[in-house]
T-cell receptor, first 115, second 117 residues
Protein backbone atom coordinates (compact mmCIF):
# COMPACT_ATOMS: atom_id res chain seq x y z
CA UNK A 1 0.00 0.00 0.00
CA UNK A 2 1.16 3.53 -0.71
CA UNK A 3 1.74 5.83 2.18
CA UNK A 4 4.05 7.44 4.67
CA UNK A 5 5.75 5.34 7.33
CA UNK A 6 7.15 6.88 10.48
CA UNK A 7 9.24 4.93 12.95
CA UNK A 8 9.49 4.32 15.77
CA UNK A 9 6.04 5.02 17.13
CA UNK A 10 7.48 5.84 20.56
CA UNK A 11 10.99 7.09 21.31
CA UNK A 12 12.77 8.03 24.50
CA UNK A 13 15.73 10.34 24.70
CA UNK A 14 18.27 10.68 27.46
CA UNK A 15 19.80 14.01 28.38
CA UNK A 16 22.52 15.03 25.94
CA UNK A 17 21.58 12.39 23.41
CA UNK A 18 20.79 12.83 19.73
CA UNK A 19 17.93 10.76 18.35
CA UNK A 20 16.73 10.24 14.79
CA UNK A 21 13.14 9.87 13.67
CA UNK A 22 12.55 8.02 10.42
CA UNK A 23 10.13 9.03 7.67
CA UNK A 24 9.74 7.04 4.47
CA UNK A 25 7.20 7.54 1.67
CA UNK A 26 6.40 5.46 -1.39
CA UNK A 27 4.03 7.98 -2.96
CA UNK A 28 6.72 9.35 -5.28
CA UNK A 29 6.17 12.80 -3.78
CA UNK A 30 8.80 15.47 -4.30
CA UNK A 31 8.21 17.46 -1.13
CA UNK A 32 8.50 16.28 2.46
CA UNK A 33 7.92 18.06 5.77
CA UNK A 34 8.43 17.67 9.50
CA UNK A 35 5.98 19.16 11.99
CA UNK A 36 5.96 19.28 15.76
CA UNK A 37 2.71 19.10 17.76
CA UNK A 38 2.47 20.19 21.39
CA UNK A 39 -0.66 19.95 23.58
CA UNK A 40 -3.08 22.79 22.94
CA UNK A 41 -1.18 23.95 19.90
CA UNK A 42 -1.44 23.34 16.23
CA UNK A 43 1.30 21.80 14.16
CA UNK A 44 4.44 23.86 13.69
CA UNK A 45 6.82 23.37 10.80
CA UNK A 46 10.38 22.29 11.65
CA UNK A 47 11.96 21.63 8.24
CA UNK A 48 10.83 20.96 4.71
CA UNK A 49 12.39 19.72 1.50
CA UNK A 50 11.13 20.28 -2.01
CA UNK A 51 13.73 18.16 -3.82
CA UNK A 52 16.52 15.71 -3.05
CA UNK A 53 19.64 17.23 -1.48
CA UNK A 54 17.84 20.45 -0.62
CA UNK A 55 15.91 21.51 2.47
CA UNK A 56 14.85 24.69 4.26
CA UNK A 57 14.26 25.69 7.83
CA UNK A 58 10.71 26.07 9.00
CA UNK A 59 9.44 28.13 11.90
CA UNK A 60 11.09 26.17 14.74
CA UNK A 61 14.28 24.60 13.28
CA UNK A 62 16.61 25.28 16.22
CA UNK A 63 17.86 22.07 17.81
CA UNK A 64 16.88 19.91 14.82
CA UNK A 65 18.63 18.71 11.68
CA UNK A 66 17.51 16.84 8.56
CA UNK A 67 18.88 15.24 5.44
CA UNK A 68 17.32 14.39 2.09
CA UNK A 69 19.64 11.99 0.32
CA UNK A 70 16.85 9.99 -1.27
CA UNK A 71 13.49 11.08 -2.61
CA UNK A 72 11.59 8.67 -0.40
CA UNK A 73 13.38 9.38 2.87
CA UNK A 74 13.53 12.47 5.11
CA UNK A 75 14.93 11.64 8.57
CA UNK A 76 14.79 14.15 11.41
CA UNK A 77 17.48 14.30 14.09
CA UNK A 78 16.61 15.86 17.42
CA UNK A 79 19.90 17.09 18.81
CA UNK A 80 20.97 17.72 22.38
CA UNK A 81 20.58 21.42 21.63
CA UNK A 82 16.82 20.97 21.61
CA UNK A 83 16.06 21.57 25.29
CA UNK A 84 12.38 20.70 25.20
CA UNK A 85 12.03 17.83 22.72
CA UNK A 86 9.00 16.11 24.28
CA UNK A 87 6.29 16.32 21.62
CA UNK A 88 4.49 14.45 18.89
CA UNK A 89 6.29 14.61 15.54
CA UNK A 90 4.50 14.29 12.23
CA UNK A 91 6.02 13.78 8.81
CA UNK A 92 4.15 14.73 5.65
CA UNK A 93 4.68 14.68 1.91
CA UNK A 94 3.09 16.27 -1.13
CA UNK A 95 3.31 16.39 -4.88
CA UNK A 96 4.63 19.53 -6.45
CA UNK A 97 3.77 21.33 -9.65
CA UNK A 98 0.70 21.91 -11.76
CA UNK A 99 -2.25 19.74 -10.85
CA UNK A 100 -0.74 18.71 -7.54
CA UNK A 101 -3.73 20.07 -5.58
CA UNK A 102 -1.32 21.15 -2.84
CA UNK A 103 -2.44 18.41 -0.46
CA UNK A 104 -0.12 17.18 2.25
CA UNK A 105 -0.44 13.58 3.39
CA UNK A 106 0.68 12.63 6.87
CA UNK A 107 2.30 9.68 8.58
CA UNK A 108 1.06 8.24 11.88
CA UNK A 109 3.59 10.17 13.94
CA UNK A 110 6.31 9.53 16.52
CA UNK A 111 5.89 10.35 20.19
CA UNK A 112 9.21 11.52 21.65
CA UNK A 113 9.72 11.71 25.41
CA UNK A 114 12.70 12.66 27.56
CA UNK A 115 13.85 10.19 30.22
CA UNK B 1 3.07 36.21 8.18
CA UNK B 2 -0.17 34.32 7.94
CA UNK B 3 -2.07 33.31 11.05
CA UNK B 4 -4.97 30.91 11.53
CA UNK B 5 -7.36 31.22 14.48
CA UNK B 6 -9.78 28.62 15.78
CA UNK B 7 -11.68 30.24 18.62
CA UNK B 8 -13.57 27.13 19.78
CA UNK B 9 -11.28 24.81 21.79
CA UNK B 10 -14.12 22.30 22.23
CA UNK B 11 -17.48 21.62 20.65
CA UNK B 12 -20.13 19.00 21.26
CA UNK B 13 -22.84 17.66 18.96
CA UNK B 14 -25.45 14.96 19.24
CA UNK B 15 -25.39 12.10 16.83
CA UNK B 16 -27.28 12.87 13.60
CA UNK B 17 -27.23 16.61 14.30
CA UNK B 18 -25.26 19.34 12.50
CA UNK B 19 -22.31 21.26 13.90
CA UNK B 20 -20.22 24.13 12.55
CA UNK B 21 -16.57 24.68 13.45
CA UNK B 22 -15.15 28.17 13.01
CA UNK B 23 -11.87 29.27 11.48
CA UNK B 24 -10.55 32.72 10.62
CA UNK B 25 -7.24 33.58 9.03
CA UNK B 26 -5.15 36.60 8.33
CA UNK B 27 -3.26 37.10 5.09
CA UNK B 28 -2.35 39.80 2.63
CA UNK B 29 -2.26 37.36 -0.27
CA UNK B 30 -5.03 36.86 -2.81
CA UNK B 31 -4.23 33.33 -3.92
CA UNK B 32 -4.08 30.56 -1.36
CA UNK B 33 -5.60 27.28 -0.24
CA UNK B 34 -7.48 26.36 2.91
CA UNK B 35 -7.86 22.94 4.44
CA UNK B 36 -9.62 21.14 7.24
CA UNK B 37 -7.79 18.18 8.71
CA UNK B 38 -9.18 15.67 11.18
CA UNK B 39 -7.00 14.08 13.88
CA UNK B 40 -8.74 11.11 15.56
CA UNK B 41 -7.39 9.45 18.72
CA UNK B 42 -4.91 7.52 16.54
CA UNK B 43 -3.34 10.98 15.93
CA UNK B 44 -2.96 10.50 12.19
CA UNK B 45 -3.91 13.65 10.30
CA UNK B 46 -6.58 13.02 7.70
CA UNK B 47 -7.63 15.55 5.07
CA UNK B 48 -11.33 16.37 5.32
CA UNK B 49 -11.82 19.08 2.74
CA UNK B 50 -9.90 21.59 0.63
CA UNK B 51 -10.82 25.02 -0.76
CA UNK B 52 -9.07 27.11 -3.38
CA UNK B 53 -9.35 30.83 -2.66
CA UNK B 54 -10.02 31.76 -6.28
CA UNK B 55 -13.13 29.57 -6.33
CA UNK B 56 -16.29 31.22 -5.05
CA UNK B 57 -18.15 27.94 -4.79
CA UNK B 58 -17.93 26.30 -1.39
CA UNK B 59 -16.29 22.88 -1.32
CA UNK B 60 -18.30 19.84 -0.24
CA UNK B 61 -17.31 16.26 0.53
CA UNK B 62 -20.28 14.07 1.42
CA UNK B 63 -21.44 15.20 4.91
CA UNK B 64 -18.73 17.87 5.13
CA UNK B 65 -19.04 21.33 3.63
CA UNK B 66 -17.42 24.69 4.12
CA UNK B 67 -18.62 28.26 4.24
CA UNK B 68 -15.79 30.24 2.66
CA UNK B 69 -16.09 34.01 3.04
CA UNK B 70 -12.99 35.46 1.41
CA UNK B 71 -13.65 39.11 2.27
CA UNK B 72 -14.22 38.21 5.90
CA UNK B 73 -11.31 35.73 5.87
CA UNK B 74 -13.53 33.08 7.34
CA UNK B 75 -13.53 29.36 6.58
CA UNK B 76 -15.99 27.36 8.69
CA UNK B 77 -16.61 23.61 8.48
CA UNK B 78 -20.12 22.19 8.68
CA UNK B 79 -20.61 18.54 9.56
CA UNK B 80 -24.08 17.22 8.82
CA UNK B 81 -25.64 14.05 10.22
CA UNK B 82 -22.83 13.74 12.76
CA UNK B 83 -21.55 10.26 13.50
CA UNK B 84 -19.63 8.84 16.43
CA UNK B 85 -16.64 8.42 14.14
CA UNK B 86 -16.51 12.18 13.60
CA UNK B 87 -15.23 12.67 17.14
CA UNK B 88 -11.71 14.06 16.76
CA UNK B 89 -9.57 17.17 16.79
CA UNK B 90 -10.19 19.32 13.75
CA UNK B 91 -7.51 21.64 12.44
CA UNK B 92 -7.91 24.46 9.98
CA UNK B 93 -4.84 25.13 7.82
CA UNK B 94 -3.66 27.73 5.32
CA UNK B 95 -1.27 27.37 2.43
CA UNK B 96 0.07 30.20 0.33
CA UNK B 97 0.03 29.91 -3.42
CA UNK B 98 3.24 31.91 -3.57
CA UNK B 99 5.83 29.39 -4.74
CA UNK B 100 8.49 31.42 -2.99
CA UNK B 101 7.11 30.26 0.33
CA UNK B 102 6.96 26.63 -0.77
CA UNK B 103 4.08 24.48 0.31
CA UNK B 104 4.17 24.79 4.07
CA UNK B 105 0.91 24.76 5.99
CA UNK B 106 0.03 27.14 8.80
CA UNK B 107 -2.29 25.48 11.30
CA UNK B 108 -4.79 26.74 13.83
CA UNK B 109 -4.78 25.40 17.39
CA UNK B 110 -7.60 22.97 16.74
CA UNK B 111 -11.16 22.28 17.92
CA UNK B 112 -11.94 19.11 19.80
CA UNK B 113 -15.31 17.73 18.66
CA UNK B 114 -17.27 15.39 20.89
CA UNK B 115 -20.18 13.41 19.49
CA UNK B 116 -22.78 12.24 21.99
CA UNK B 117 -25.59 9.72 21.69
Amino acid sequence: DGGITQSPKYLFRKEGQNVTLSCEQNLNHDAMYWYRQDPGQGLRLIYYSQIVNDFQKGDIAEGYSVSREKKESFPLTVTSAQKNPTAFYLCASSRQGVGAKNIQYFGAGTRLSVL
Amino acid sequence: AQTVTQSQPEMSVQEAETVTLSCTYDTSESDYYLFWYKQPPSRQMILVIRQEAYKQQNATENRFSVNFQKAAKSFSLKISDSQLGDAAMYFCAYRSDNTGTASKLTFGTGTRLQVTL
